[in-house]
């Protein structure tokens, strides 16, 4: 009743999910794995893992049972078509994909196919502090939620490989889909506005300020900054009618010293996020073992995809750039409604 | 050398200046009053204050030293007008005056006497909190500030007479100023979002999100929200190039009990900004015993008043309202520079 | 490769253990169970486990691997000796045993088995806000611990069957251990001062003030409350030479609303430890299967019976009641340094 | 109707008294001052004020209608007496006298001269924090407080001048009256307790632990730690039968950087307790302005020298020591309820 995963990417990644997979947690073995490079790929095999030539053989296999998806996004389209083919659960590290298209196109396969397949690697939903704040949330002593402020700071990002478009199209995604998933809604438009620029990121549109329209009328603004050198740094409050709710700080030792009174920030998402991933994989490792998949879905990743798309022209129109998306499918669960 | 002072207007806050001026505060002497409504200027004017039948007999009464003009908005003007002409310094309750007209014709007025005379009542600048946080911010450590989050919060306001404008030209006002004080900057441009509303307040026009683009380029977003029943919370945080820094907390005790690990929230601005009042007239008081002003001047009524217009006009359009300000004269100190 | 265990005692937290091993933890089964009351232990086998007759048996069972002891106080020191005779790993609830000749007993003979097979269920030095804290301490940039505010309030305990000698010999272990841990060092002298009586618990004395002088001199403080009511509070804080460290606040949500700006507290052990039971028991399983024990030692355990006894002996006499260890075995590390 | 008020003593506590008598607070002159040093008391003397050759001509001179005592500890019970004797209000720093025999012999002449004249420097009791967790414990929701935790920190105290006795005969004063006040009880008897010494004071007995036991049965324990080098951090919480209260922390911005989420400790009692001190002569011009005295009484003052005395017998002896009062005049309010 062990699951037997395979993994396709062996980048970073994958590597820690390896780890994850095989000292963390239970029910679970990585047999297969496969890498673009296939000495990156033998290195990082688990004892006992076979290595495969290609993402389609590895899918096939009868020895694999699930899938894990940690190769660079282009290649996710075909590898997801390939697991929903085989009609095997797969998780998939965000983005889905990197087209409307692709997404559509992966929508009507899963669609197709009549069950859900696949997880998206939207690790925020699995997040304590986030849980504990939707549970306040959904609770309603405070009223309908009207204004979520989201703030994402990251301590830097490697120069020439964080581009300028990477705060919109990749950081942002997670903003959208905690913003989604708190506000159980829809990203309706999405707009962006440019601050004052941060010298230490040199030539790099940092920060960015997005809002995100909701079909509610409820608005998120986010603040990303992305080289703000003190830490990782991620807050949220939801504003509501009669009260307001907001994530906790991090655990961290309380020092009185000569630096103030003072607790600790984290410094990347990996120390943030950590608990975060396992229980990610907890979760799905379960939902596999019954051949399906819970959490985060196609459905997800498409509207994080839409919203990246919108907030790149917004960027660019400085307008307040509309989404359109296709009827949800009653596989991925009632469409949000748009109370008023 | 005691401050002998005259009160114009003697409703609700002409009553409690009155009361600052008289039993907390040295060095003055509350020795005028006028109100349109003369009984209750009888029943306000403390022990031997004499009730003056107009405001212009007041201000140029040889027993007043410096006014304090508590009247409504659209008196302002003539009255700060008649006391710019006797040279007699002046505080003057926001909103200075109510058009830009207004502003600009006081402003002439006082460059034409050619010492500052008017003091604007934008108490915020007084609180011991926000002066904490400006000389954080001016300190530099943290680099140039970049965004600044601002929440404004009331309990409730009075129904019938609080309107949907109000939100933008009456509480922003303070928003407005602080962001320009904090930043040492000038509004650029407004820009207004009406987020999902709050039923508590029925049909008014709450919350409001505003955006001021300042001149360097840093963006201020605004959450006014007035009818969020739990308290009166004032917040607000400065996103800088390597760090943030934030309002403290109000000082509360921390309860431990039944309801969890709790701090009270003030009720209204005025538990919030006590102190700040007292502190705003006891530097106006020093100042106007040497015949001028300093702290709030006839321009940030200026600015106020021009961010206020294009908040009504930028909820109207949807749009980005510029704001253009005549040069700034000598007198109120160099224009901000507009890095970028 | 995965961990066969035999668990006795299924009461309440047998059966908890149970849950997390089965549940929970990954590389170990529960193949084995006993209770004195056998219907209860077949209740709470889980599938496949063989229910036996007498601890002896399973203890002494090819298909057991390792022990779990969640008996009563009094069983465990039989259950010890065979557990070491077999030579088996074995996790022992806490209380190690009931009197200190039979920790005596158990050190004995684990020293004469020469490897460390016992560990004991002081879960504190498995949570992580605990661990952080130490971690601070043992940086040294605060320089030596010289003072340590142990609290321990509960919101409740058991009326008639929680007894005035329990928060000295049954609470008090974990703020006896996790000082000893914190500090490195072993508790030199005990005294007990009663304060007024809290009236929830009627007869009941509580709360209790107790004073550890450990051996370096430091000296920890203890407040035990067991019906302050509001909830399950641990703190904890170390004053040292230069600075100060305290347990971080639990995570929980910050919530703005009629009450105050407040953060739950967790309602009991379970909620706060449940983290901290969950990795006791993953480190075991990795010790165990290795065929030795780490973590909390029979030596801690003797330690904190020692502490135990002098408490109530000092409640009694009032008086300051010394206590004296036996030599202690390098199988349990080299004593603590008193440093002077 | 302005007091006017002679200081005796210009040292550093007295020269901050003038500027505050002169330049901070209304309604109040500073016409006469006296030191030992005759230059220094002409330094110190603010303009128009006269320079006394003895305490007793400027206490019995008819331009002198009350006095602060600011001279060293020896010399109040002669000044205080010849006060009392002069029927003037008095304000006196701690301590009011330096033995036992001394505060009874000026609680019998001021029971004799038949109304208050005397008010004792504990400015903890004006300090707004303080007064809020008195609030919190007078309303009673939290049930009868049965422990006071009291921190006392200071960075550091002068090498030589401040002695081993002095955390037990000076420091602690403030912290056995704030628990008498807070409490409304008396100190029934004490103990202390010395842990381990910081190296940063060399000799100096430094931390000390004491513990006062109140008439009601509660127990205080105070750390005070006076090398502490972190800053002067005064903490409090009062552990009630259902919730405990805490002290709030002191209003500072909350810096997010390098450091860590961070908030400014007060550097020394200056800056903790500027306030305080602003108010405590608030107060005591209103009642001195009637010819009488409210706040910190002489019984409080010989309270806080009995408290002093048994400190220092209880650190030699180890014992509890008690503390025996007279009983109390009817002119101090009625005696303190020994609830139990
Ligand atoms: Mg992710
Ligand atoms: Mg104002
Ligand atoms: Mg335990
Ligand atoms: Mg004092």
């Not at 925020?124 to 309908?144: E, M, N, P, T």
Request: glycine share 8%; aromatic share 6%; with cysteine.
């Amino acid at each position: 009743m062990t699951l037997r995963v395979g993994v396709l990417g062996t980048g970073m990644i994958g590597q820690d999910h390896i780890r994850r997979l095989t000292q963390v947690l239970s029910g679970v073995d990585v047999v297969a794995v496969n890498d673009i490079d296939r000495a990156r790929a033998a290195t990082a095999a688990p004892k006992g893992a076979e290595v495969f030539d290609t993402p389609k053989a590895l899918i096939n296999s009868d020895k694999v049972d699930a899938v894990v998806i940690c190769s660079w996004g282009p290649a996710h389209e075909e590898q997801l078509l390939d697991c929903i083919a085989a009609g095997k659960p797969v998780f998939c590290e965000k983005p889905l994909v990197t087209s409307e298209a692709a997404a559509r196109r992966v929508i009507a396969a899963e669609v197709a196919h009549g069950t859900r397949l696949v997880q998206v690697g939207f690790m925020r939903r699995f997040d304590a502090d986030y849980r504990r704040l939707k549970k306040v949330i959904d609770g309603g002593s405070l009223g309908a939620p009207l204004m979520y402020h989201s703030t994402h700071r990251n301590a830097s990002v490697p120069e020439g490989l964080y581009t300028s478009d990477m705060p919109l199209n990749d950081t942002l995604v997670h903003d959208a889909d905690i913003s989604r998933w708190l506000l159980e809604d829809e990203v309706a438009a999405v707009e962006v506005r440019v601050p004052r620029r941060n010298t230490r990121g040199k030539d790099l549109r940092d920060p960015v300020m997005v809002l995100l329209h909701m079909g509610s009328g409820a608005i998120v603004d986010v603040e990303i900054s992305v080289n703000i050198a003190y830490g990782y740094d991620i807050r949220g409050e939801v504003s509501c009618e009669n009260g307001v709710a907001a994530l906790p700080n991090r655990p961290a030792v309380v020092v009185s010293d000569q630096y103030g009174i003072r607790q600790a920030i984290p410094e990347d998402w990996r120390e943030r996020f950590i608990d975060a991933y396992d229980q990610e994989f907890r979760e799905w490792i379960v939902a596999a073992g019954q051949g399906t998949a819970t959490g985060p879905s196609t459905w997800d990743g498409y509207a994080a995809t839409l919203v990246g798309d919108a907030a790149l022209r917004a960027v660019d129109s400085g307008a307040r750039e509309a989404i359109t998306m296709i009827e949800k499918p009653a596989l991925y669960g009632k469409a949000a409604a748009r109370a008023a």
